[in-house]
C-alpha cells in the first residue's frame, strides 16, 4: 500500500499565499502523474493542478495564472504555490499520485490520495 502525505494547509486572507506539499511515503519504482484536487463543502472534488514525471502541466481555468505545480522526482513529493489567494479557493485539498512499486516479489500499480488538507481563505 502506497500512502501519500499532505502538508501546508491554512488559514490565510484572501491575496495571500499558501504551499501545499503532498509525499509518498514509500520506497516505489516509478511515478507517473502527481496532482491536486480540491473539495468545497457541498460540491463535488475537482482537478486544481496535475504533473506528469517529465514536467508537463495541466491546470483548472479558475486557478491558472495563480498556482503554480511543481515536482522534486527524487524527494518524490509535489508541490503546489498558491499565490493570490480568494475565498472561493477555500476547501480540502488533496492530493494524488499513480505509478508502480515492489512488493513480496511482484510489480504492482497504486493510484493514491493523500488524507487531504484544509484551505480556508478569508475575504
Known amino acids: 500500500q502506497v500512502q501519500l502525505v499532505e502538508s501546508g494547509g491554512g488559514l490565510v486572507q484572501a491575496g495571500g499565499s499558501l504551499r501545499l506539499s503532498c509525499t509518498v511515503s514509500r520506497s516505489i519504482l516509478s511515478i507517473n502523474a502527481m496532482g491536486w484536487y480540491r473539495q468545497a463543502p457541498g460540491e463535488q472534488r475537482e482537478l486544481v493542478a496535475t504533473?506528469?514525471?517529465?514536467?508537463?502541466?495541466n491546470y483548472a481555468d479558475s486557478v491558472k495564472g495563480r498556482f503554480t505545480v511543481s515536482r522534486d522526482n527524487a524527494k518524490k513529493t509535489v508541490y503546489l504555490q498558491m499565490n493570490s489567494l480568494k475565498p472561493e479557493d477555500t476547501a480540502v485539498y488533496y492530493c494524488?499520485?499513480?505509478?508502480?512499486?515492489?512488493?513480496?516479489?511482484?510489480?504492482?500499480?497504486?493510484?493514491?490520495w493523500g488524507q487531504g488538507t484544509q484551505v480556508t481563505v478569508s475575504s
Open positions: 504533473i506528469t514525471r517529465s514536467g508537463g502541466t
Open positions: 494524488n499520485a499513480d505509478g508502480t512499486y515492489y512488493d513480496s516479489g511482484y510489480i504492482r500499480a497504486f493510484d493514491s
